[in-house]
């Protein structure tokens, strides 16, 4: 069902969203590949060698114009846009009281901004095409919030809140709308953090393991999938929350 459809993966040189780009290339779909800063040798050949496309575009999702542009060269490249999926976003970690204005807009900016803008353009395509699938990545954070994350929290309480929003708003036309809240995930997001912090982590976690970048990958690739549900946020978290 996903074969021969292009998937757009933004943030992909690494991490989960490297693992999503992966997932989608082996169920058949050309790859649009968001990176930001830099991307490491054999990340395209990695994704090819699944026998799709791979287009790496460079480029930073907060700004509205390289949204829309990248929207235009997927159309133009491939014909259509079939599933985006939403994972570029950054931490700032701060307790609320030392947080600064920049910290705080910089994790709006990329995480929620940075959504908006792709939904946004991507959107009006699928729309148009009367299908599509838009996938973002949220956090259990924004759900339940977290000492140190206010922006981070906020920011991924803020897709939520645009998810369920661009839900109902794309449903009439066949566009669905979901977001993962990742719990703990092995990348390097959650490798800086302090080591009593990460075994208080795995305290709290019921499956008593981290989770991988797998684990998020196919939970991304089941909701591209089903058409059926929409509006949804699919915890992927070893139980932290329910
Ligand atoms: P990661 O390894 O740090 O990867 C994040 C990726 O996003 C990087 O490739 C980064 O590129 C890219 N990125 C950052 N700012 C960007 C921008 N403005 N435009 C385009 N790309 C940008 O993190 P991860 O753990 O894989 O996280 C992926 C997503 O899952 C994030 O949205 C994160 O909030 C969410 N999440 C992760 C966890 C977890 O436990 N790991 C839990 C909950 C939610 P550069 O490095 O080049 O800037």
Redesign the pocket.
């Known amino acids: 069902m996903l074969n021969g459809k292009t998937a757009v993966v933004?943030?992909?040189?690494?991490?989960?969203?490297k693992a999503v780009a992966l997932a989608f290339a082996k169920k058949g779909c050309n790859i649009v590949l968001?990176?930001?800063?830099?991307l490491p040798d054999g990340v395209v050949s990695e994704i090819e060698a699944c026998g799709v496309k791979c287009l790496p575009v460079k480029?930073?999702?907060?700004d509205f114009g390289f949204a829309a542009q990248l929207v235009k060269d997927v159309k133009k490249e491939f014909g259509t846009l079939d599933v985006l999926v939403n994972?570029?976003?950054?931490?700032r970690d701060m307790l609320l009281m030392r947080m600064s204005e920049e910290q705080f807009d910089q994790v709006i900016n990329?995480?929620l901004k940075?959504t908006f803008n792709m939904v946004r353009h991507a959107s009006s395509l699928m729309l148009k095409q009367r299908s599509g699938a838009i996938i973002n990545?949220?956090?259990?954070?924004g759900v339940t919030g977290n000492i140190g994350q206010a922006n981070?929290a906020a920011s991924?309480a803020g897709v939520i809140g645009l998810t369920k929003s661009a839900a109902r708003e794309l449903a009439q036309r066949g566009v669905t709308c979901n977001a993962i809240?990742?719990?703990?995930?092995e990348?390097?997001?959650?490798d800086v953090l302090a080591e009593d912090i990460k075994k208080g982590m795995l305290e709290s976690i019921p499956l008593k393991r981290y989770?991988q970048?797998e684990d998020?990958a196919s939970a991304a690739v089941f909701l591209a999938e089903n058409t059926y549900i929409t509006g949804q946020v699919l915890n992927v978290d070893g139980g932290m929350v329910m």
């Open positions: 933004t943030g992909a040189a690494k991490g989960i969203g968001n990176y930001h800063s830099t480029g930073n999702v907060a994972n570029a976003g950054i931490t990329t995480n940075g990545m949220a956090s259990v954070s981070y991924k809240a990742p719990g703990f995930i990348t390097d997001m959650t989770g970048v998020i």
